[in-house]
């Protein structure tokens, strides 16, 4: 107990004047008034703290889901089709080479058909 409180506790309640309360009333008021306030002030905390406890529960849902998201984009996509594998000059081309006349002046015609091989000498 505070100073204070054993003052007015020992100070007889006085009579205001013009109707208002005594001392002991408004004593008693405010201690009620204080009781109010701690009761709300608790309520306050157990609702903070619930919410704080859905908030953390959002919070993991939603790296979870930042997670999983993630790792399936680094997935290959099943249904994307397979790249063919790169074509590499083939016995046409060959023959191409093969079929070019022994002057190196003129390609022969079956060279120049083949881009990819008209640059072979």
Do not use: N
Not at 22 to 43: F, H, K, N, P, S
Not at 51 to 60: C, E
Not at 75 to 92: I, K, R
Request: net charge negative.
């Amino acid at each position: 107990m505070s100073d204070a409180d054993r003052h007015f506790q020992l100070c007889p309640a006085r009579r205001m004047t013009g109707g208002e309360l005594t001392l002991g009333a408004l004593l008693v008021r405010l201690e009620e008034r204080q009781r109010e306030i701690a009761a709300q002030a608790e309520a306050a905390r157990e609702k903070i703290a619930e919410l704080t406890a859905l908030l953390d529960g959002l919070d993991t849902a939603a790296e979870e889901i930042r997670i999983t998201r993630k790792t399936l984009l680094e997935l290959p996509d099943p249904e994307a089709p397979v790249p063919p594998a790169a074509q590499l000059p083939g016995p046409s081309c060959a023959r191409a080479v093969v079929g070019r006349s022994d002057d190196q002046s003129t390609p022969s015609r079956s060279a120049t058909r083949v881009p990819s091989c008209s640059s072979v000498p």
